[in-house]
């Protein structure tokens, strides 16, 4: 098993909702910045959404004002809400976790999930 461990993709019809989740260790949580990338058949990846240790959000244009990423600190888990989905969203999802440039860089840079699949389809 990995660092980083995802769950809650399925099958769901366009205007349906998922949420995903991603769980790390304590110390990865605590200092790292979490993320959620997705790859669809034959497309590049790209990030879905991001958030830091200090709460500060980033989104897709593709995504923003559908999805909403967040943290919960007493689980050690980063969430992604995905709201209002459309078949163009299907594709992988990975969670991350990246390296601040603040911390030691000794330490690993970043940590990949293994994927969750997301099919919006009907």
């Known amino acids: 098993q990995g660092q980083l461990a995802e769950s809650g993709g399925d099958v769901v019809q366009p205007g349906g909702s998922l949420r995903l989740s991603c769980t790390t260790s304590?110390?990865?949580?605590?200092?790292?910045?979490m993320g959620w990338y997705r790859q669809a058949p034959g497309k590049q990846r790209e990030l879905v959404a991001s958030?830091?240790?200090?709460?500060?959000?980033n989104y897709a244009d593709s995504v923003r004002g559908r999805f909403t990423i967040s943290r919960d600190n007493a689980k050690n888990t980063v969430y992604l809400q995905m709201n209002s989905l459309k078949p163009e969203d299907t594709a992988v999802y990975y969670c991350?976790?990246?390296?601040?440039?603040?911390?030691?860089?000794?330490?690993?840079?970043?940590?990949w999930g293994q994927g969750t699949q997301v099919t919006v389809s009907s």
């Open positions: 958030i830091t240790v200090t709460g500060n959000t």
């Open positions: 304590r110390i990865i949580f605590s200092i790292y910045n």
């Open positions: 991350n976790a990246d390296r601040p440039r603040a911390v030691n860089p000794g330490l690993p840079p970043n940590y």
